[in-house]
């Protein structure tokens, strides 16, 4: 006889005895028959008592032979003897009345009990929920997981653009918790885990949804700070709940947002110190994705954009088999996502998408719904009825160079200043080849700092550039110095961001791309963030070079920056008449678009 057969033997031997003697208590008071006290008094006299039992309140009788009703015990409430004495004599029923105070004797000691502990447990509540408890303390071991089903998710593929690669990993997924068996006709299985890879804002989450939308599956949602709490065992009891839930709605997708909060490396840290409760978080998260079978149909998606801290542990074949890049759109890849956001908002048709594409390179999906927003938005603000290309470029300039400054007045020295100094970059762009064209030129304040600014529009997606590129871009870079000094001959602190820039540039070409000749076809710097990287903080490189290999370095840089400014200055000498024409209409206008700016000619180099 096992554990629970022998308790539930028990529950019945406990069950039989409470009836029977429910049972003979109501047998025994359908025995007795409450009377009034006057008709106590008329049996007493007919003699039909055989015993009597007298108490402080009662009186308990016994007759003599039973009634024509079948009862033998009378019962009945005691009064003072001399009043009833008195009320016999007006031949009336009588019986006394007992007042019940036990109620409220009861609710005297139980409620203030109860005020008490409802209190008690409202601050206990109250302290667990600012821990992170959520439901008070029976519940810190269960997982704070959301759960979806298919219908909730409302995210299909189709909701996803920009990321076909990615695309194409996770619909093989889908297809494996659609068609198990199909899939394993020739022994193949589901992947355990599937890492999603790549900058803030690409869609890993949005992917991960439109995953379980797609499989019509359950989908469990949380986020890995989720899991690590004040005391140590909670998270580990949280991975074991969530597990658990997942097993008893196989097929499912478990998604963990953010796995870096609770996988990052054990033992990494400036001091070479561990956490014990992230640690054994980590460990048991680690044995579950151990633990389960691939066959029930469980899938693990988690997403990170933080790949070069977690565990080397985590990220082994076995536990997550596949790391899929979601990275950042190329011109098609914007256009696409481009289209997916448009349909929420009324676009003017004449709008090219190909040009708002051009306008934002490096924008991840998220700030290109963000732009869309925004040119909703501006739309909205000028009460216009579509959303139109200038909207779009003013909701770019609002996203890359900040708010308008319209408070920020410059006095007309610094206006004159600032205009040569953008349309020095402009002519020197406009000048040289392989540099992205200019698409409109302001002098009017945004952001922090800017006085000024140059949109450029490239005219492709580039993934590796020339020396001779570099250069033209240092050039252009330098363009606005240049026009200071050619026209004012002074220097101001307005090009610190130019000389920033060009100096990376330049830094970067001797340091790691070795186009220097001096130097020679040497990587003198490393990556800074390698992947799978063993410590969280990010120390300066390690010099494995020389004094005399750092003293040349630094003349090779200042050799660059130099042939740059010496570039650009060249360009606007040649061009001196149409640098002044150009910038008295920028002062003029504050902003000129590229149908505005002049056509230069080629510069040979």
């Known amino acids: 006889m096992d554990k629970n057969t022998h308790i539930n033997f028990w529950y019945v031997v406990f069950a039989m005895f409470f009836i029977v ?137 189709a909701d996803v653009a920009g990321v076909d690669e990615a695309k194409a990993e996770l619909e093989e997924i889908v297809a494996f918790l659609r068609e198990p068996d199909s899939y394993g006709r020739l022994g193949a299985h589901v992947p355990k885990g599937v890492l999603l890879v790549g900058p803030p804002g690409t869609g890993k989450t949005l992917l991960a949804r439109a995953v379980a939308g797609e499989a019509g599956v359950p989908f469990y949602s949380i986020s890995g700070s989720e899991f690590v709490e004040m005391f140590v065992g909670v998270g580990a009891a949280r991975v074991r709940d969530l597990f658990d839930q997942a097993r008893r709605s196989a097929p499912c997708i478990i998604f963990i947002d953010e796995l870096d909060a609770l996988g990052r490396a054990r033992g990494a840290g400036p001091m070479m110190g561990g956490h014990d409760e992230k640690e054994q978080t980590l460990n048991q998260l680690l044995s579950e994705l151990d633990g389960f079978d691939p066959q029930q149909g469980i899938v693990l998606l988690s997403a990170t954009n933080r790949p070069e801290i977690l565990d080397p542990a985590l ?131 945004r952001g922090i700092g800017a006085l000024g600014y140059n949109i450029q529009r490239p005219t492709e997606d580039r993934y590796l ?62 990556e800074q963030q390698p992947f799978l990287a063993q410590t969280e903080v990010y120390t300066p490189p390690i010099r494995n070079y020389s004094e005399k290999t750092a003293w040349q370095i630094d003349e090779a840089v200042r050799e660059l920056v130099k042939l740059a400014f010496e570039k650009a200055s060249s360009i606007l000498r040649l061009h001196k008449p149409l640098l002044d024409e150009t910038a008295m209409l920028l002062l003029s206008k504050e902003t000129l678009s590229a149908a505005e700016l002049p056509t230069v000619e080629p510069f040979e180099q």
């Open 315 to 445: 990220l082994r074949a076995g536990r997550f088999d596949r790391q899929v890049l979601v990275d950042r759109p190329d011109k098609l890849g914007r256009v696409e996502i481009l289209k997916v956001h448009i349909k929420k908002i009324k676009l003017d048709p004449e709008t090219m998408l190909e040009e708002v594409a051009a306008l934002t390179p490096g924008f991840s999906g998220a700030d290109l719904a963000n732009l869309v927003n925004e040119a909703a938005i501006l739309a909205t603000r000028r009460r216009a009825e579509l959303v139109t290309m200038d909207d779009f470029t003013r909701a770019v300039e609002r996203i890359v160079a900040g708010l308008e400054k319209k408070n920020r007045l410059l006095n007309p020295y610094e206006r004159e200043v600032v205009a040569y100094h953008e349309t020095g970059h402009a002519l020197v762009r406009l000048a040289l080849p392989g540099v992205e064209m200019v698409h409109k030129v302001s002098i009017i304040p």
């Open 21 to 157: 003697m429910l049972q003979s208590w109501w047998a025994q008071s359908q025995r007795v028959e409450k009377i009034p006290y006057s008709e106590f008094q008329q049996l007493l006299k007919e003699r039909r008592l055989e015993s009597i039992g007298v108490s402080a309140t009662s009186i308990r009788g016994k007759l003599k032979s039973v009634d024509i009703e079948g009862h033998q015990y009378i019962e009945t409430v005691r009064i003072e003897p001399d009043f009833a004495a008195q009320l016999a004599d007006y031949d009336v029923e009588f019986s006394g009345v007992i007042e019940s105070k036990w109620l409220a004797q009861i609710l005297s000691w139980i409620l203030p009990a109860v005020f008490f502990v409802g209190i008690w447990l409202f601050f206990i509540r109250r302290m667990a929920e600012k821990q992170g408890f959520g439901g008070g303390l029976m519940s810190v071991g269960k997982s704070k997981a959301k759960i979806y089903v298919e219908k909730d998710t409302q995210v299909t593929f």
């Open 465 to 526: 550039m020339t020396e001779a590129e570099l250069m033209n871009k240092m050039a252009a870079l330098m363009g606005g110095r240049a026009a200071e000094v050619l026209v004012f001959d002074k220097l101001s602190t307005g090009a610190a961001d130019d000389l920033s820039q060009a100096t990376n540039i330049a830094r970067m070409m001797v340091t790691r791309y070795g186009m220097n000749k001096i130097l020679g076809q040497v990587a003198y710097d490393k």
